[in-house]
T-cell receptor
Framework: EPEVTQTPSHQVTQMGQEVILRCVPI?????FYWYRQILGQKVEFLVS????????KSEIFDDQFSVERPDGSNFTLKIRSTKLEDSAMYFC?????????????FGAGTRLSVL | DQQVKQNSPSLSVQEGRISILNCDYT??????FLWYKKYPAEGPTFLIS?????DKNEDGRFTVFLNKSAKHLSLHIVPSQPGDSAVYFC??????????FGGGTRLMVKP
């Protein structure tokens, strides 16, 4: 069964360093998302991406964050200068079409630990 | 942000009985609702969904009910099985197709 794949499963970094979290969405999907879940808190929307551009972004998604689809398969989230409060699980999701059954399928997540 | 709330952080049910997980929302613009199940160290797994124009959707042991006037939805699992033990998240679709999640309910099904 097709699935969303995220790498690495766990990333440890020093505060101020740049990190890139990688995702391979399901192959025929057109819409891509990043969410995060800080320990003990809700899953929060960060950004959605369609047709090589950002569709929506939340207040969390500030200038330190960027997303890119560098090739036909990968979808990346970059944090330019990590802060302690960026420590969280980051989930990538993808979905096939607009409207109708709007099911977003999630990857297993990357745990980001900022020290 | 309390647009989607799951007021019960945990629920314990005996195997074979019904599990009822509840979710309340405040934004009347949400048009689609989804339930996800999450095991530790895994991402949310889609379970069942319902459009705001319906009041019930059933898939095997899982049924979701939507009461728009009360802005309330519930997930019924019957019969409950030990393998159903997980954290269940309610999510609502809003503008831009982004999902707003509830805080989750940890379901424990005892053998």
């Amino acid at each position: 069964e097709p699935e969303v794949t995220q790498t690495p499963s766990h990333q440890v970094t020093q505060m101020g360093q740049e990190v890139i979290l990688r995702c391979v969405p399901i192959s025929n999907h057109l819409y891509f998302y990043w969410y995060r879940q800080i320990l003990g808190q809700k899953v929060e929307f960060l950004v959605s991406f369609y047709n090589n551009e950002i569709s929506e972004k939340s207040e969390i998604f500030d200038d330190q964050f960027s997303v890119e689809r560098p090739d036909g398969s990968n979808f990346t989230l970059k944090i330019r200068s990590t802060k302690l409060e960026d420590s969280a699980m980051y989930f990538c999701a993808s979905r096939e079409t607009s409207g109708g059954e709007n099911i977003q399928y999630f990857g297993a997540g990357t745990r980001l630990s900022v020290l | 942000d309390q647009q989607v709330k799951q007021n019960s952080p945990s629920l314990s049910v005996q195997e074979g009985r019904i599990s009822i997980l509840n979710c309340d929302y405040t934004n009347s613009m949400f048009d689609y609702f989804l339930w996800y199940k999450k095991y530790p160290a895994e991402g949310p797994t889609f379970l069942i969904s319902i459009s705001s124009i319906k009041d019930k959707n059933e898939d095997g042991r899982f049924t979701v009910f939507l009461n728009k006037s009360a802005k309330h939805l519930s997930l019924h699992i019957v019969p409950s099985q030990p393998g159903d033990s997980a954290v269940y998240f309610c999510a609502a679709r809003g503008a831009g197709n982004m999902l707003t999640f509830g805080g989750g309910t940890r379901l424990m099904v005892k053998p």
